[in-house]
């Protein structure tokens, strides 16, 4: 499985950003996919995941703020950003598996600065 993140890119705080992430190759069936992000310095953590069956979770820190959706028939997962701060600031990758293995994509970075 190949993922392929896009959206990232350079925003002014309040604004917003749609992230994308595909995935392809030879597989079976996607079930869970989600985004996680690590800022300079920091651990790698969750922003939000969605199983196959549409159930949904987020970091305490995007509730309400950031929308993960996925498209099943395309194999892709999505991250609606709203209200970005400075420190939502991170490279985020999408990550995905298969029931068998894990995989993740290469990162996009989105920066929140004025």
């Known amino acids: 499985v190949q993922l392929q993140a896009s959206g990232g890119g350079l925003v002014q705080p309040g604004g917003s950003l749609r992230l994308s992430c595909a995935a392809s190759g030879t597989f079976f069936s996607i079930n869970a996919m989600g985004w996680y992000r690590q800022a300079p310095g920091k651990q790698r953590e969750l922003v939000a995941g969605?199983?196959?069956?549409?159930?949904?979770n987020y970091a305490d820190s995007v509730k309400g703020r950031f929308t993960i959706s996925r498209d099943n028939a395309k194999n892709t997962v999505y991250l609606q950003t709203n209200s970005l701060k400075p420190e939502d600031t991170a490279v985020y990758y999408c990550?995905?598996?298969?029931?068998?293995?894990?995989?993740w994509g290469q990162g996009t970075l989105v920066t929140v600065s004025s």
């Open positions: 990550n995905a598996d298969d029931y068998l293995n894990d995989y």
């Open positions: 969605i199983t196959s069956k549409g159930s949904i």
